[in-house]
């Protein structure tokens, strides 16, 4: 084995499902490790067995890969419980642990009076000094114990990577329990046995957890363990400066997901909260930056969380992507707004309309979902409404000679279009460029009559669509083809005659 090589680790614990903040810790300790040319371990922390759940640690595990992150390793400290009760009672022999047998109601009353005293809580060491026989007598009596930690008074300082140095006095930490009544290990216990196990050598974690590396620096120091290096992560913040909390809107990975997000754009947006490259790039790969990332550029300040620049970034990758990938991508959207049904996504006619509207919208849409409310227009077989502006405008009398040259010139060259059809491409192949060969045919037609411009654009589309804005008219032509716009501007005459209009 390598000796020297870098170890980081990442330890999510399975009571929820992959938190905005955990997932930033997750994505700096794997750039930070695999910049450096060191490991990752994954390390599920499922100890709290209550609230611990495998569809949160599989939620989790998924949600890790969808970012696009690996490890090296992989545990479970449900499965690792003989360990840390060994080193627990190794710490019990040498005298620097001791059993507890204060009962829940106790310890609950001690809290209350302490509170009640405006007093710092924590243990008041009553069984710190117990008896060899006042332990024998509670053990024969069968009373259930905890193994609790004795905190010797002294200054605990560590060197940040992010935050420089850090010093607690431990006056203000009181005995501690390192294993439970029910065998379980306290988080920080266990977490100090594996990072020593694993010989984990950076620690990057969230802020939330310094005042905890006080503790575990005593137990590292207890325990005759190597103290690996600890780097913070500051705290993300809505932009109203407060807590990232649900009231901001989505706050985990899956969530994200749903909403229409790429993987690709929360993994960039994740590592510039709290870091960005030194030649100011904002849109990257997460591999294009293995050589600029380094812990000494982590900020300290809290990091704001952006969904404007999130969603913006999200555009960007939609925008690189191939109409053919984004396909697939907004495929289940299309599905989940019932705008095309699963059965139908073979079909060829389908899948080409979906590529051309693709293309028509990929530069408007800033997430996956609103995809759907771009094309659900072009996907049912009639226009579902005509907004004012556009009646307003098939009202006139130009507008009824534009539409009617339209269908005829869309009329006569249906015949030709037919003889190019392939077996591959069973859509009609009325191309945009076609289709502005006929908006322009249409308007040599009526030259005379002084129509063009928006008086030949706008009542072709609002024949077609009933709306006055959207794509480019040739791209709606194209993604409709022929048969459907003849049967729209049915539709719209039939409406204006109804109508009376
Ligand atoms: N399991 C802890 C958490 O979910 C992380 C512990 C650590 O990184 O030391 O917050």
């Given at each position: 084995?390598?000796?020297n090589?870098?170890?980081?680790?990442f330890a999510?614990?399975?009571t929820?499902?992959?938190h905005?903040?955990?997932?930033r810790t997750a994505?700096?300790n794997?750039?930070?490790?695999?910049?450096?040319g060191?490991?990752?371990?994954?390390r599920?922390?499922?100890?709290?067995l209550?609230?611990s759940?495998?569809?949160y640690?599989?939620?989790?595990?998924n949600d890790?890969?969808?970012?696009g992150l690996?490890?090296?390793e992989?545990?479970?400290?449900?499965e690792?419980?003989?360990l840390?009760?060994?080193e627990?009672?190794?710490?019990?022999?040498?005298?620097?642990?001791y059993?507890?047998f204060?009962s829940?109601?106790?310890?609950e009353?001690?809290?209350?009076?302490l509170?009640?005293e405006g007093?710092?809580?924590?243990?008041?060491?009553?069984?710190?000094?117990?008896?060899?026989?006042?332990?024998n007598?509670?053990?024969?009596?069968?009373?259930?114990?905890?193994?609790?930690?004795?905190v010797n008074?002294?200054e605990?300082k560590f060197?940040?990577?992010?935050r420089?140095?850090i010093?607690?006095?431990?006056e203000?930490?009181s005995?501690?329990v390192?294993?439970k009544?029910?065998?379980?290990?306290?988080?920080n216990?266990a977490v100090?046995?594996?990072?020593?196990?694993?010989?984990?050598?950076h620690?990057?974690?969230?802020?939330?957890?310094?005042?905890n590396t006080?503790r575990?620096i005593?137990?590292?120091?207890?325990?005759g363990?190597?103290i690996?290096?600890f780097?913070?992560?500051?705290?993300?913040?809505?932009?109203d400066?407060?807590?990232?909390?649900k009231?901001?809107?989505?706050t985990?990975?899956?969530?994200?997901?749903?909403?229409g997000?790429?993987?690709?754009?929360?993994?960039n947006y994740?590592?510039l909260?709290?870091?960005?490259?030194?030649?100011?790039?904002?849109?990257?790969?997460?591999?294009?930056i293995?050589?600029?990332?380094?812990?000494?550029?982590?900020?300290k300040?809290?990091?704001?969380?952006?969904?404007?620049?999130?969603?913006?970034?999200n555009?960007?990758?939609?925008r690189?992507?191939?109409?053919?990938?984004?396909?697939?991508?907004?495929?289940?959207?299309?599905?989940?707004?019932n705008?095309?049904?699963?059965i139908?996504?073979n079909?060829q006619a389908?899948r080409?309309?979906?590529?051309?509207?693709v293309?028509?919208?990929?530069d408007k849409?800033?997430?996956?979902?609103e995809?759907?409310?771009?094309?659900?227009d072009?996907?049912?077989?009639?226009?579902s409404y005509?907004?004012?502006?556009?009646?307003?405008?098939?009202?006139?009398?130009?507008?009824i000679?534009?539409?009617?040259?339209?269908?005829n010139?869309?009329t006569?060259?249906s015949?030709?279009i037919?003889?190019?059809?392939?077996?591959?491409?069973n859509?009609?192949?009325l191309?945009e460029d076609?289709?502005?060969?006929?908006?322009?045919?249409?308007?040599?037609?009526?030259?005379?009559?002084?129509?063009k411009?928006k008086?030949?654009?706008?009542?072709?589309?609002?024949?077609?669509?009933g709306?006055v804005?959207?794509?480019?008219l040739p791209?709606?032509?194209s993604?409709l083809g022929k048969?459907?716009?003849?049967k729209?501007?049915?539709?719209?005459?039939?409406?204006?005659?109804n109508?009376?209009i």
């Open positions: 084995m390598e000796q090589k870098p170890r980081f680790r999510p614990s399975p929820g499902g992959l905005i903040g955990t997932a994505l700096f794997w750039l930070s490790a695999r910049s450096m060191g490991d990752l371990i994954l599920i922390e499922d100890t709290d209550k609230r759940t495998k569809e640690e599989e939620s989790i595990i890790l890969k969808w970012l690996n490890w090296d992989f545990y479970r400290q449900s690792r419980l003989n840390y009760k060994s627990a009672e190794r710490l019990l022999k040498e005298g620097k642990a059993m507890c204060c829940s109601e106790r310890l009353a001690l809290k209350d009076k509170i009640s007093k710092p809580l924590g243990y008041d060491n009553k069984c710190r000094n117990l008896s060899e026989d006042e332990i007598d509670n053990l024969g009596k069968g009373i259930e114990y905890t193994i609790r930690f004795k008074p002294k605990i060197n940040d990577l992010i420089g140095e010093k607690f006095s431990s203000v930490i005995d501690f390192l294993i009544s029910d065998g379980t290990p306290s988080y216990f100090v046995v594996d990072d020593n196990d694993m010989r984990i050598t620690v990057l974690r969230g802020e939330d957890h310094i005042t006080a575990q005593m137990l590292f120091e207890s325990l363990y190597k690996p290096y780097a913070h992560l500051s705290m993300i913040l809505g932009k400066g407060a807590k990232l909390s009231r901001h809107g989505s985990t990975i899956t969530q994200f997901k749903e909403e997000y790429l993987n690709e754009a929360i993994a994740l590592s909260l709290s870091w960005a490259p030194r030649d100011g790039e904002e849109i990257f790969y997460l591999n294009d293995l050589n600029k990332f380094k812990i000494s550029d982590i900020s300040n809290p990091a704001i969380f952006d969904v404007d620049k999130l969603n913006w970034l555009g960007n990758y939609i690189k992507k191939a109409n053919e990938e984004l396909v697939e991508l907004v495929l289940p959207f299309l599905i989940k707004e705008i095309i049904k699963s139908d996504i079909e389908s080409n309309k979906i590529i051309k509207c293309d028509a919208f990929k849409i800033k997430t996956l979902a995809f759907p409310v771009y094309a659900k072009f996907f049912s077989d009639k226009i005509y907004d004012e502006d556009a009646i307003n405008i098939l009202k006139s009398d130009t507008s000679k534009v539409i009617n040259m339209f269908a010139k869309l006569q060259i015949d030709s037919k003889t190019i059809k392939d077996n591959t491409d859509s009609n192949i191309t076609l289709a502005k060969e006929i908006i322009n045919e249409v308007g040599s037609s009526l030259q005379a009559e002084n129509i411009g008086l030949l654009y706008m009542p072709i589309r609002a024949s077609l669509t709306k804005h959207g794509p480019d791209k709606v032509i993604i048969e459907e716009c003849l729209r501007i049915n539709q719209t005459i039939s409406f204006l005659n109508n009376k």
